[in-house]
């Protein structure tokens, strides 16, 4: 406190420093930390992150009180986020040597909107990919964010806890954490689905299916024209569970020969790809490296591994979470359950 009772004034760089050190301290007890990190001062890039924000910043109750969590968000005092099935938790740095505790509740799609919204997307969304990158109609996009009726949460859907004294119904702490969202879904946008329990591939499967639907009705002879799983899955950006093409695997992947005169390892090296791996689905050959790596397999391993794009792992990762097959170890990094 200062001479005249009020809060001492501490600087950007201050805060900064504070909240650096106490994430150092974190990560030696938390290896799995995922701290909330923005490259200049742009709070989001993407389609997802940029309506996150705007969806929280048009509710008159919600308007007046989130833009405190900006400052928090920039100078880094978001050291942890994660976000699960309609839960976000997060540890916040603030003027306690103690980060705070924030849990932030989402209640998931309404049934009615869901399948509104489902209906609305026949025809229209051509790939997973191009829904993640936000790439489709502009109609589309306001279907998305209509208000109470879209796939973004009202200030009714949305519930809060801070460890911290503020009486306010909503801290600078929890502000912070609801950017720290639209962080996450610029790195990853499939997690916004998870946060609102919504199916994502059984959205684009249903427009796909339509869509396949209208080729098929559209083609002079169908026993020469009939769509494969496997040209699906390419046309479409969706998991079909096809067997993968490992042709484009990186060399390292290979099996090694063992050295003159001695027996091969009983168990493959972790990522690597064996023959019974190549005859398994994707989504199987993901749930297999990811069992080989009993510390965690990153999101590049797999990649690497399976020489699958960021979004059908995305994909793939979430549905096995979803089954319970694999666990979320950290952002990005995923284990044996």
Same mark, same amino acid.
């Given at each position: ?6 809060? #001492? ?7 900064? *420093? ?51 969590? #900006? ?49 609305? =997307? ?7 990919? @191009?829904?993640?990158? &936000? ?13 109470? #009726? ?10 809060? @806890?801070?460890? =911290? ?36 591939? &059984? ?13 098929? *009705? ?15 899955? &390419? ?5 079909? @569970? ?17 050295? =003159? ?77």
């Amino acid at each position: 406190m200062s001479y005249w009772g009020f809060p #001492k004034y501490v600087t950007i760089a201050e805060k900064k *420093a504070k909240a650096a050190k106490k994430f150092e301290q974190l990560r030696k007890k938390m290896p799995g930390i995922a701290p909330v990190v923005i490259e200049g001062n742009t709070l989001a890039r993407t389609w997802w992150g940029k309506s996150w924000n705007r969806n929280l910043e048009r509710y008159a109750d919600y308007s007046n009180r989130i833009g405190r969590g #900006k400052s928090y968000v920039r100078h880094g005092a978001v050291l942890d986020l994660r976000i699960e099935g309609g839960q976000v938790t997060a540890l916040v740095q603030g003027t306690r040597v103690k980060p705070y505790e924030v849990v932030v509740r989402i209640a998931p799609v309404k049934k009615g909107n869901w399948d509104h919204i489902r209906k609305q =997307c026949q025809g229209e969304l051509r790939s997973l990919p @191009d829904l993640l990158a &936000g790439k489709f109609p502009k109609a589309l996009g306001e279907i998305f964010l209509a208000e109470g #009726k879209g796939l973004f949460p009202t200030p009714k859907e949305i519930s809060f @806890d801070c460890s =911290c004294p503020d009486w306010a119904s909503m801290c600078k702490h929890v502000a912070a954490t609801l950017y720290g969202v639209g962080v996450r879904l610029d790195e990853d946008p499939l997690l916004f689905f998870t946060l609102r329990q919504a199916d994502t591939e &059984g959205l684009v499967a249903h427009a796909v299916k339509e869509k396949t639907g209208d080729l098929l *009705a559209r083609a002079d002879k169908k026993s020469s024209r009939v769509i494969g799983d496997a040209d699906l899955a &390419g046309l479409f950006g969706i998991d079909m @569970d096809v067997k993968p093409n490992f042709a484009g695997a990186a060399k390292t992947q290979a099996p090694r020969q063992p050295p =003159c005169g001695k027996k091969a390892a009983a168990a493959p090296e972790a990522g690597q790809i064996t023959e019974a791996t190549k005859d398994r689905t994707a989504t199987g050959v993901i749930e297999e490296i990811v069992r080989q790596n009993p510390k965690g397999a990153t999101v590049a391993i797999l990649e690497e591994a399976t020489g699958f794009k960021r979004t059908k792992i995305y994909a793939i990762t979430s549905r096995l979470r979803q089954q319970g097959r694999i666990i979320y170890v950290a952002q990005g990094v995923y284990g044996p359950p």
